[in-house]
């Protein structure tokens, strides 16, 4: 029982290390997130971003420490003292309840924007097809793509494949959306329509980690940002403290870098 007011977070890693053979890439990751909290992670490329992102869903796995979504442990579960990996049913099902957009949209490139929108809730969660449609339909129109239900990936622009991945994405009902540089693949004048469509979905009290070098969209859209550097998070705290009073010299030097 707690007696906190606090909401206990939907997202908790606790000392998270990860290695690739030799090489310690998550060197003890601490990071809450409360349902509802968009969370901006920044820091230099190498640092281990895209890793911790992945080890979230599970799609990789870590060598110690835990992670939490909600009251589960995500991809194992202790038994006695020790982390076993949970069966792959249960980890298909956590990982259905976590969305995730990529720099690169990875769209079906013989299926419509409709089509790959309802390819998950049709295939994955056997949702009727006529249902499935409406939704996406529904949702397509939510990120500005009301006109392009029948469109192919091709004869679509990165903007506009990055906002039906998004849609995609939410087709699934997620509870948490994990984003890795959205806009870093996109040309300069095509970022704002993408950024716009997650500044909406902010809005709406989905729980969101972005990992992004966008600092205008973490000063306007994070309630809170946390800096990585070497595998480990460096220091977090809302936009304010983190991107206009930086308290480590690692935060400055990238920012000073960025900005
Ligand atoms: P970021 O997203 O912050 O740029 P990454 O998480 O992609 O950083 O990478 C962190 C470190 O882990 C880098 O040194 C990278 O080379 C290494 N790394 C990432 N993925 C793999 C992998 N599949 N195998 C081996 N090394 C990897
Ligand atoms: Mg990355």
Redesign the pocket.
């Known amino acids: 029982m707690t007696t906190s007011t606090t909401p206990s977070p939907l997202v908790r890693a606790e000392a998270v290390h990860k290695y690739?053979g030799d090489?310690h890439?998550l060197k003890g990751v601490d990071l809450d997130i409360a349902p509802g909290e968009v969370l901006c992670l920044l820091?230099p490329?190498?640092?281990?971003?895209?890793?911790?992102l992945r080890c979230i869903n599970h799609l990789e796995t870590i060598h110690s420490g835990q992670i939490w979504l909600g009251d589960e442990t995500i991809g194992y579960r202790l038994q006695g003292t020790r982390l076993v990996e949970r069966p792959e049913r249960e980890i298909i099902r956590q990982r259905r309840s976590m969305g995730m957009v990529f720099q690169r949209f990875n769209l079906f490139p013989h299926r419509t924007a409709l089509e790959n929108v309802i390819e998950g809730p049709v295939q994955v969660k056997g949702e009727n097809s006529r249902s499935a449609k409406e939704r996406g339909t529904l949702l397509l129109e939510r990120v500005g793509l009301g006109d392009k239900l029948h469109a192919y990936p091709r004869q679509l622009s990165g903007g506009q494949q990055q906002r039906v991945a998004i849609a995609r994405a939410l087709a699934m009902e997620p509870e948490l959306m994990l984003f890795d540089e959205p806009t870093s693949a996109l040309d300069p004048e095509l970022v704002g329509e993408v950024l716009t469509v997650m500044k909406d979905l902010a809005a709406t009290g989905l729980t969101m980690i972005v990992?992004t070098h966008e600092i205008g969209f973490a000063r306007e859209v994070a309630d809170r940002v946390a800096f990585?550097d070497g595998g480990r998070i460096v220091e977090t705290g809302t936009p304010a403290e983190v991107l206009d009073a930086p308290r480590h010299d690692r935060t400055k030097a990238f920012l000073s870098r960025v900005l």
């Open positions: 690739f090489h890439v820091g490329s190498g640092s281990g971003k895209s890793t911790f990992v990585m």
